[in-house]
């Protein structure tokens, strides 16, 4: 068509459908393809008994996507049209694939939830052993702490610094308990020593 309007012919370009083939072929789970042009004209697939119901379907849908139900199957399907060419595409999933592959990431996501506890309450119990076992064995010994056993040394193997203190001021307050008592009975044993050495005084002139 020149400038003025005048019709001087037709430009066909031929593409080999094969091609057209490889750009609709169904991609994933998706079970049909269906490509129109802008008057309604099936560009592809080739129409055939097998897909003629299909085509049917979707030269009758109103919506760009939703659900139809063909064939004893129910589909969700989903169409866009082409700005530039007006071609309309439209893609049919079968609803109990779309289902399935939820199910199957639900299930995932489930098995990834138990490994992410069973890993939690596995740290938390590993945790409060380190921070439980200390106390307990510090608990023991206090237990075992008497009078003729005020020497005790803790070997408690922990890397926590609370522990530590908490152990060095056990063990800072059983040395001070057997110093305290270690210099109460030597000065029982002076004042005992003494009080002798005075009667053997008074004694002595009598004999």
């Known amino acids: 068509m020149t400038s003025t309007g005048q019709y001087l012919g037709t430009l066909e370009v031929q593409q080999n459908f094969s091609n057209i083939e490889d750009i609709c072929a169904p991609v994933g789970d998706a ?33 760009p996507q939703g659900n139809l139900f063909l064939g ?3 589909y969700f399907y989903s169409s866009t049209t082409s700005e530039y060419s007006g071609w309309k595409t439209t893609v049919l999933w079968p609803q109990e694939e779309i289902y ?12 990834a939830l138990v490994v992410i506890l069973v890993l939690s309450l596995t740290a938390v119990t ?27 040394s803790l070997e408690l193997e922990n890397n926590d610094d609370e ?20 210099q109460r009975t030597q000065m029982q044993e002076e004042e005992t020593k003494a009080r002798l050495l005075a009667l053997q ?3 002595n002139p009598h004999f």
Do not use: C, W
């Open 31 to 63: 079970r049909y393809t269906v490509v129109t042009d802008e008057k309604g004209a099936v560009i592809y697939p080739l129409e055939s008994e097998e897909v003629q119901a299909v085509i049917e379907k979707v030269q009758s849908l109103s919506q």
């Open 72 to 74: 004893g199957t129910t």
């Open 100 to 111: 399935h592959s939820t199910a199957l990431l639900f299930q995932f996501i489930l098995y």
């Open 126 to 152: 590993i945790i409060s052993q380190n921070l439980t076992t200390p106390l307990r064995k510090l608990r023991q010994s206090i237990e075992a702490t008497d009078a003729d056993r005020l020497d005790l």
């Open 163 to 182: 522990i530590q203190l908490l152990q060095q001021a056990f063990e800072g307050m059983l040395a001070r308990i057997d110093l305290s008592i270690q």
């Open 201 to 203: 005084s008074q004694m």
